[in-house]
């Protein structure tokens, strides 16, 4: 990892450090604020952490991505969990025979960049 990228992932973790200490919750509710707040932090803590040994420059820049999102989207939408993927549920057609594999790689790109690594950790 080179200093650039280094102090560009140094830096997205202090955001998310600061934007948990000010976040506040959608309903107004001390509780739900707490909760949330909490839930950033053990999010980027996890997700940091899991990343850690990162040295391919394309994945790291993938999750720096993915974080730049997700940051946007929480913002946005004055949520932090991730939103849903709006796939059709008959989107694609059914998993049977050949086209198995085709049919993963389309779900695997249909899968917005902000919820890359959701399902590894949840």
């Not at 000010?22 to 001390?30: D, E, F, K, L, V």
């Not at 850690?52 to 974080?67: F, G, M, S």
């Not at 949520?79 to 790689?105: E, F, K, N, V």
Request: charged fraction near 30%; aromatic fraction near 6%.
């Amino acid at each position: 990892m080179t200093t650039a990228t280094r102090q560009e992932v140094l830096g997205l973790y202090r955001r998310i450090f600061r934007l948990a200490r000010r976040w506040q919750a959608a309903s107004g509710q001390m509780e739900d604020t707490a909760q949330e707040k909490q839930y950033i932090l053990d999010e980027a803590r996890t997700l940091f952490r899991k990343n850690r040994n990162l040295t391919d420059a394309d994945l790291i820049k993938q999750c720096v991505d993915e974080c730049t999102a997700r940051i946007e989207i929480g913002l946005h939408y004055q949520i932090p969990y991730p939103r849903p993927i709006h796939l059709p549920p008959a989107g694609l057609a059914p998993r049977r025979g050949r086209g198995l594999r085709s049919q993963d790689r389309l779900r695997k790109l249909s899968k917005p960049v902000y919820l890359t690594s959701h399902e590894e950790v949840s």
